[in-house]
């Protein structure tokens, strides 16, 4: 392998040249499209007066150069498979350029490519320079004109950002322009040209400007685009009210494609989605579904202003919009929605997969300082820890300052490209507060772990607790400073919250600690009983604690707590203390009797308190979890405990379980968030039912596949037979009926593959490879590659686990097909095996294998990152 370049965050200079306009001509052919650039060029005072214009440019077939109108001659450029350079230009000039690009022969899906009948393109990061020879990096901002000319009646709908200037027809051309007026980098370009169908809509703003919705899908798929419009809605209006945020441009597109290797993007005024993450419909959408349509339409909207109109100064300030973006989406779902439940997803995604990445060889900090691939750096760690950064900065703010903060950010670099530090810096400001410290979560990797001890003093009425901070040496990052960390506490007394002094200070019952130091401790005056403590609440930082809990604690916690995070905490504590005496082989029996009574009770409550924490509340610790709890985890005896515990607690509560499922039939119909979180309760205990072998629960999950209204049901049905291993002759009946009756829409025909590849027993492998040629399957379809082997990888532990390593090979030999066509996907899926550090030998060394058989490929600069990170 020979290594790729390294790009250092310490390397950034300002670019040479701006482009104040650019002026593109699209020519769609069959076969071929011919792009026309007209840059108008001026020299950035901040350079350093380079003579030669350097652009980027990548598989690009050059046909012209001139500048303003002169014709440029082979001496005056240079080409490289990488970048054009022009020699001696001018202070300022108009560099006219033709490319000719093959966006059918495009399997990348970085640029300008086909999915299905349509062009669409993806440029972020950095895939407009697939598309023409440009200044491609976010700190040149531009304004944007686009002309899309193909021949006429070949297509109904062609879009480019902003307005629409004309559409007309000549010469047997159809030739439409548009122009955005909003200065933009060139990786918020976006192109469409298809056969689509538009679901319209409008929304007036708070200044009273009427906004245009559009909604383009293919015509079979217009029926499910209403509620991601109503999403949209909302979205505007909580924007607005939160954030005083308003819309700019007249019109607002998204448009859904098939092909798509992320979620969703957001171009300026021109959103491109997968249509995992638009189209919704109950009879063949589930809840989550729903939920994550509302969130992403949510989140690719809020870009407009947290990376739109405020930027990013270079790849590595991408958690200054992605963190701040997936804040506001996190809030507007926990307003939508329920607030604790969606608390407790962000909490379990952090700690089951960002905590992992922090753990293994592609950790980074939240504004990374190197990169070989920036694509590689799409992660959780930018994302959602980079949000968890963002939520403790709000926190430490309060809200009425954190909204000025914000507000002086988005009045005082409209326009302009930025850095994280220029937002903390707001922060700053407006507060008054020193964030030196606080600054450290941006550069430092890895996650914080607090050891938490305490001790009672009954006679002084005394509680103390002693936390001391530290974080684990990742690669590159062997010193790690102490971090400013907002640690939210309260104390649970027999009967509920004890009151709070601190210092003779009256603190309510619910204080947050400010963590600063190596260890603290912290003296609680005037506490009457022996409290449990409740640590950590509301998640509020991305730390791991250690806390030695006594199982009345835990059950207090679990059944008192107000702050939902910490009961489902304190309930996944509990599960987890099972688990792992269950794994080391300890005795376990009280331990289980208090996990039972402490479910028992909970099920009882069920009428009293919210379904889906309630639901949340019933599943167990997930495996990459608990694997992470060990420095060589066995993966096959901590499937095998996790299956044990789930077989014991379905037969210790099947009466209650049984009760809850029957009784809350009637409130978990129509779409309300009441019905949702009826079913999410339902759909538990009917999961756990079915771990037994026992006719009747399976008949239940029959009926309840045949009867279902919404696909909710019929998909919870169909997961719970499959996955279960008493139910093998009616669960290939209903995956039969479910292909029958689905076969058409595509996208539950991903669920069904997915369902078969999580299969926790058999022999899935033999199947997934089945799949692998199954008329429905598509491997240049990213969903399709999700759906059956991201699934297979990341969701079937105990299968891909398999002692015999087969899985691990199976995996490498895949995604070395795959980087062919697609390296960002191939790169992705790559991550399980990344991991090989974190299990026992025997495991380890089967996955180092199947990595290092990699290294024989020619791989893509993604894959190579990755692979070279791993092995060394
Ligand atoms: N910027 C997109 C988002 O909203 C994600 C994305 C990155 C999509 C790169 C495509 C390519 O998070
Ligand atoms: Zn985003």
């Not at 009967?495 to 600063?516: R, S």
């Not at 009616?730 to 058409?744: C, D, G, K, M, V």
Request: with cysteine; glycine share 4%.
């Amino acid at each position: 392998m020979s290594s790729p370049t390294v790009t250092y965050l310490a390397d950034y200079r300002a670019p040479e040249f701006l482009i104040e306009k650019t002026h593109l001509t699209f020519e769609l052919h069959e076969g071929y499209t011919d792009v026309s650039s007209q840059l108008t060029l001026v020299r950035n005072p901040q350079g350093t007066q380079a003579a030669h214009l350097v652009l980027h440019g990548e598989q690009l077939e050059l046909l012209a150069l001139a500048i303003d109108e002169r014709t440029l001659n082979a001496e005056d450029y240079q080409t490289t498979p990488l970048n054009l350079t022009v020699y001696n230009v001018p202070e300022r000039f108009v560099l006219h350029c033709k490319t000719r690009i093959y966006p059918e022969k495009n399997t990348a899906l970085e640029g300008l490519y086909r999915s299905g009948g349509m062009y669409c393109t993806q440029c972020e990061a950095e895939g407009f320079r697939k598309i023409t020879y440009y200044l491609d990096r976010p700190d040149v901002m531009s304004e944007f004109e686009t002309v899309i000319i193909a021949q006429a009646g070949t297509f109904s709908t062609m879009l480019s950002n902003g307005n629409c200037v004309s559409d007309t027809v000549r010469d047997g051309n159809r030739i439409v322009h548009w122009h955005d007026p909003f200065k933009k980098p060139s990786y918020l370009f976006a192109l469409v040209a298809g056969n689509l169908a538009c679901l319209e809509d409008h929304f007036t703003t708070q200044s009273g400007r009427q906004v245009l919705l559009q909604i383009y899908t293919e015509a079979k798929d217009q029926d499910k685009c209403h509620f991601a419009m109503q999403s949209l809605k909302k979205a505007m209006r909580w924007d607005e009210q939160t954030y005083g945020r308003e819309y700019d441009l007249d019109r607002f597109m998204i448009v859904a494609v098939d092909d798509f290797n992320m979620g969703a993007m957001e171009n300026k005024g021109l959103n491109i989605f997968n249509t995992a993450c638009v189209l919704a419909h109950p009879a063949s959408t589930t809840d989550a579904a729903f939920q994550r349509v509302e969130g992403v339409i949510a989140h690719e909207y809020f870009h407009n202003w947290s990376g739109n109109r405020v930027t990013c100064r270079d790849w590595f300030q991408l958690s200054l919009k992605e963190g701040l973006t997936v804040y506001r989406d996190s809030e507007f779902s926990a307003d939508m929605n329920s607030r604790a439940v969606k608390r407790i997803e962000d909490a379990n995604l952090i700690r089951s997969v960002q905590f992992v990445e922090d753990a293994g060889p592609m950790a980074h900090p939240v504004r990374p300082d190197s990169y070989m691939e920036i694509s590689n750096f799409y992660t959780v760690t930018i994302y959602e820890k980079g949000a968890e950064v963002v939520r403790m900065l709000a926190n430490i703010l309060g809200p009425e300052q954190y909204r000025r903060a914000t507000d002086l950010y988005f009045s005082r670099f409209d326009g302009q490209a930025v850095t994280c530090d220029d937002f903390v810096q707001c922060m700053e400001e407006v507060s008054g507060k020193d964030l030196q410290q606080f600054r450290l979560w941006y550069s430092q990797a890895g996650t914080p772990h607090l050891q938490i001890s305490d001790s009672f003093d009954a006679d002084r009425q005394q509680y103390s607790l002693t936390i001391r901070q530290h974080t684990p040496a990742t690669p590159g990052q062997t010193e790690k400073k102490a971090l400013h960390i907002p640690f939210k506490t309260a104390l649970y007394g027999d009967k509920g919250a004890l009151p709070l002094t601190i210092n003779g200070q009256n603190k309510g019952t619910e204080t947050t600690l400010d963590i600063c130091q190596d260890q603290q401790t912290i003296v609680f005056e005037q506490v009457t009983e022996a409290p449990a403590p409740s640590l950590l609440r509301s998640f509020s930082a991305p730390v791991k604690i250690f806390y030695d809990y006594q199982l009345p604690q835990l059950q207090r916690l679990i059944l008192l707590d107000s702050d939902g995070f910490c009961r489902w905490d304190a309930m996944q504590s509990l599960m987890r203390i099972v688990l792992c005496n269950a794994i080391d082989g300890k005795d376990n029996h009280t331990e289980q009797t208090v996990l039972i009574e402490a479910i028992r009770q909970l099920l009882a409550s069920h009428s009293t308190m919210d379904a889906a924490l309630l639901a949340s509340m019933l599943s167990l610790p997930n495996e990459q979890y608990l694997a992470s709890l060990y420095a060589k985890a066995d993966p096959v005896a901590i499937s095998q405990a996790r299956t044990q515990l789930q077989n014991q607690l379905a037969a210790e509560l099947q009466t209650e379980l049984l009760h809850c499922y029957q009784i809350l039939q009637d409130q978990a119909q129509g779409l309300s968030a009441p019905a949702m979180a009826a079913r999410s309760l339902r759909n538990a205990a009917l999961a756990y039912l079915l771990q037994l072998d026992n006719a009747h629960y399976r008949s239940l999950a029959q009926q309840q596949f045949a009867q279902a209204d919404n696909m909710t049901n019929q998909f919870s049905a169909l997961r719970a037979l499959v996955h279960a291993e008493h139910a093998h002759a009616i669960a290939q009946e209903a995956l039969q009926a479910f292909y029958q009756q689905w076969q058409h829409e595509t996208l539950v025909v991903n669920m069904w593959f997915q369902v078969q590849a999580t299969r926790p027993w058999g022999n899935v492998l033999q199947e997934v490879q089945n799949l692998l040629h199954h008329k429905a399957f598509d491997a240049r379809n990213p969903n399709k590659l999700r759906a059956v082997i991201a699934a297979f990888a990341n969701q079937n532990f105990a299968r891909f686990h398999d002692k015999s390593g087969k899985a691990y090979q199976f995996l490498a030999e895949q995604i070395a097909d795959i980087d062919q066509r697609n390296p960002q996907i191939a790169s992705r899926l790559l991550t399980p095996l990344t991991h090989w550090h974190q299990f026992t030998d025997t495991h380890a060394t089967l996955m180092r294998t199947a990595l290092e058989s990699l290294t024989q490929h020619e791989l893509s600069k993604d894959m190579y990152e990755v692979v070279s990170k791993s092995l060394s």
